[in-house]
């Protein structure tokens, strides 16, 4: 066992610990940035003049009105930029554009006394436009080819030839929806600048250090003359990754140019037609499996909806790309990436980070093949597992893969999967116009960071002549738990009781050049850091101690007189990681992180409105941190997912009215969010036995992202249910082998996408075309035209049907 990753007796990691702020948070005494404001005298505030169109050149901007206007202080335009007028880190963010690139697109910021003052006088400010074309839907913008960025493949083996050779082969479309984060805590930045200019930050981000360094390029000043801090963030779920950093520098700008405090905080309004988004993704693919069902070969184009600049879109696809594989086994594969440029805000990370977009493809086709195939749904996934020796399509190990084995083992048992699914064919055969489906998935998920440089972390920790502890580290709290965890790591190393130990907010002036707490690789990045800074303080406070029994504090104070360095920085870096994004191949994971989801859920005929009678997972964290709070992470990752998948319809509107690119849900009156009413009524969560992960901090796994993927099994169960209504399922033998229904569901599955797929089910769905091989056909019933909302493309089609017609 590797040191790192030992655990001595009487840990504190392992305990259950409510989260280090609960009290705090449920108290409203928790301070978040918008806060602040409260306690700072002569703040102004930040309001924009934002984009009616959705592509448009900027033709005249006259901002003399705005002063016009009672408490207006100042309109900050590009002209006022010392630096570099950019956003971003690719330079395609101008911060202040001539050219508008969506509807909401601010073209400038108006400071003012008051925030009223300042929305008054960005209402005053008159802008010019020459309307452009602009692509609006995904699909138009492959039509147009609109793309941006690099577009990699990531390929193994012989696909044309695994393909031929398949027993079976079936080709489709998946299309699935972006994601607004609706963090609580919408985008905002304060910043202030003292008597040597230097600037002060306050702001929710998930990512301080490059805050602080396109703040700098902006100012065009040094990093060291920037501060950036994160007190804590009411959520960023991905969204306050690379977001934040063009409204703290328009917060710092301000500050530097009228001397005075300036605070930017986004309405909720402004915060969802204003920021990016996850991205929504289109998928082309061909799939050959063996007569068994085993997957031979994959070949598929998928497309992401990157919005108007590149932000993340190019590392989100790359981890879609390594995540299109899932759980499974795929000798052949070529899996091409694509982003698509819209005029729509820029989409960014996403809880999962493109791996879930990946994930779905995988889960769909299964999804949709397994009655072709006349399995299971489950028997196939199982199936097609990967074992211990083999390797993803990029080349790396699929280490502990029998983890997979044992959290469906672990789960069918628990769940009681092989009864529950007789009782719902039981009640299938009873009951005409309500039906149910179970159904079971697999999670496997990549921990670190892709870009191997990102993974490593720093931290500070300080011990007081009295003994108590202060620690830093690099990572910020979005509500994970990651303080809550850091607390637990340094008081296990030092071997102190949990009350000696405080944490201070997240500064890049205390740890520098971190990496953002992302990936879901906070705890193990920092959690390193954090050790290693207390191994060092401990190795020297053991010289002092000499083998003597000495209580903390006296030990403290000895080394304090024997003038012993009392603190230290610590650092971690991932070792053995190694990524090539010119040929997609490498070892870019530390681990996988596995985890098996059962759900069950109750569809009605008439309108397609269901609910989720009950959820059991079984997750694999390692040996936990801290057990609540990944319980915590497990439950939201999950219900998280679970609203992407089945509630959550961003909309844009694409006519070519006056409204063109507007987003049309850009409140919770239009956007529908999980709530409680939402939960399962059943739901146990547990988590993996025997799972020590060597090579990592206490032996612990990240848990972050991968819960949100278990949802998936909450869209496979309404797939099973609404194919429960097609005609040929026999009520009077409920468990024979039905006949192949194919049913295709979109993306989210709303109540209204799940009443076209019962209508498509009723029509006998998908049907399978004579000839194909393997698959005994049943006649499509002619008169009933397939209808389906979102997409006009076929599903699920058998690709021998399709070559002899491009013959
Ligand atoms: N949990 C809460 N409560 N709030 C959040 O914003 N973000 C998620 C996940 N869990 C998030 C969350 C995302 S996108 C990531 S990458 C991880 O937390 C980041 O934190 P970690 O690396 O410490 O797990
Ligand atoms: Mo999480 S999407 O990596 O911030």
């Avoid at 990592?696 to 209504?725: C, D």
Wanted: aromatic share 6%.
């Amino acid at each position: 066992m590797s040191r790192l990753s030992e655990r001595p007796e009487r840990a504190v990691v392992g305990e259950q610990l409510p989260h280090e702020s609960a009290a705090l948070h449920v108290t409203g005494h928790a301070l978040y940035t918008d806060d602040l404001v409260q306690r700072t005298p002569r703040v102004l505030h930040a309001h924009p003049v934002c984009s009616p169109h959705a592509h448009a050149h900027v033709t005249d901007l006259r901002v003399g009105p705005a002063y016009g206007v009672a408490g207006v202080v100042r309109v900050l335009t590009a002209a006022d930029v010392p630096g570099v007028n950019d956003a971003g880190v690719k330079n395609d963010e101008p911060l202040f554009p001539d050219e508008v690139m969506f509807v909401g697109h601010a073209v400038c910021w108006v400071l003012g006394e008051t925030a009223e003052a300042a929305r008054l006088g960005a209402a005053a400010v008159e802008v010019d436009y020459e309307p452009l074309p602009s692509l609006v839907g995904l699909r138009e913008a492959i039509a147009a080819h609109s793309f941006q960025g690099g577009q990699p493949t990531v390929e193994r083996g012989d696909v044309e030839g695994g393909i031929s050779g398949s027993a079976h082969v079936f080709s489709g479309v998946t299309e699935m929806a972006g994601q607004e984060h609706f963090y609580l805590e919408t985008h905002c930045s304060l910043a202030q600048v003292d008597e040597a200019g230097q600037v002060f930050v306050q702001s929710s981000t998930q990512h301080p250090t490059e805050t602080q360094e396109i703040v700098a390029h902006v100012l065009g000043v040094p990093s060291h003359a920037v501060t950036v801090q994160c007190l804590r963030m009411g959520g960023g779920f991905g969204g306050k990754e690379m977001q934040p950093h063009g409204f703290a520098a328009v917060a710092a700008l301000g500050s530097t140019l009228t001397g005075r405090p300036v605070r930017l905080r986004l309405s909720r309004q402004q915060d969802m037609t204003m920021t990016g988004k996850r991205h929504g993704f289109h998928a082309e693919w061909r799939v050959g499996f063996d007569a068994e069902g085993r997957l031979q070969a994959l070949d598929a184009t998928l497309t992401s909806d990157g919005g108007w600049s590149l932000d993340l879109s190019e590392p989100v696809l790359a981890r879609a790309l390594c995540h299109v594989d899932n759980a499974y086994w795929i000798p052949h594969v070529r899996v091409h990436g694509r982003v698509a440029r819209t005029h729509k805000t820029s989409q960014t990370a996403f809880r999962g980070f493109g791996g879930p977009q990946g994930m779905l493809v995988i889960e769909d086709v299964l999804g949709r093949c397994a009655p072709l195939l006349g399995l299971d749904p489950g028997e196939l996934r199982r199936r097609n597992f990967y074992v211990d020796g083999q390797d993803t399509p990029y080349g790396m190990p699929v280490r502990h893969a029998h983890r997979l084995v044992n959290a469906w083992d672990q789960l069918h048992a628990s769940a009681e999967v092989a009864r529950r699914q007789q009782e719902v064919a039981a009640f299938n055969a009873e009951h005409p116009h309500t039906k149910r489906g179970l159904a079971v998935t697999p999670v496997k998920f990549g921990i670190s960071f892709n870009f191997t440089a990102f993974n490593q972390a720093g931290a500070l920790v300080h011990v007081y002549k009295d003994g108590s502890v202060l620690v830093n580290h690099g990572g910020t709290e979005m509500g994970q738990g990651l303080h809550t965890k850091m607390i637990q790591v340094a008081a296990t190393a030092l071997g102190v009781p949990l009350e000696r130990v405080r944490l201070a907010p997240t500064r890049t002036d205390k740890v520098p050049n971190t990496s953002a707490t992302a990936a879901s690789s906070g705890a193990d990045l920092n959690g390193g850091a954090v050790k290693d800074a207390c191994d060092q303080i401990l190795e020297r406070l053991e010289q002092v101690r000499a083998g003597r029994d000495l209580g903390w504090e006296e030990l403290v104070r000895e080394a304090y007189f024997a003038r012993v360095q009392l603190w230290a920085a610590g650092f971690y870096r991932t070792e053995g990681l190694h990524w090539d994004s010119t040929v997609m191949r490498g070892h870019p994971f530390k681990y996988f992180a596995y985890g098996v989801a059962a759900a069950e859920v109750e569809v009605e005929g008439f309108t397609g409105g269901y609910t989720t009678r009950r959820v059991d997972i079984v997750h694999d964290v390692g040996d936990s941190l801290s057990p609540l709070v990944d319980l915590g992470q497990i439950e939201g990752g999950f219900v998280q997912g679970a609203g992407w998948l089945t509630l959550e319809d961003l909309r844009w509107d694409e006519s070519d009215g006056a409204g063109r690119g507007r987003l049309t849900t850009q409140a919770a009156s239009t956007y529908k969010l999980p709530a409680f009413s939402e939960m399962p009524a059943v739901f146990n969560v547990s988590v993996l036995e025997d799972a020590h992960e060597d090579g990592v901090v206490y032996g612990s796994k990240a848990v972050g992202e991968p819960p949100l993927m278990l949802a998936f099994s909450v869209r496979e169960a309404l797939r099973q249910a609404v194919t429960a209504f097609a005609p040929g399922v026999s009520r009077l033998a409920p468990l024979a082998p039905q006949p192949p229904v194919s049913v295709e569901l979109a993306s989210p599955a709303t109540p209204e996408a799940v009443w076209w797929a019962l209508e498509q089910a009723r029509a006998g769905g998908q049907q399978p075309v004579a000839g194909a091989p393997g698959v005994e056909p049943e006649q499509p019933d002619a008169d009933r035209p397939l209808l389906r909302p979102r997409s006009e493309h076929a599903g699920v089609v058998p690709a021998g049907q399709q070559s002899r017609e491009g013959d």
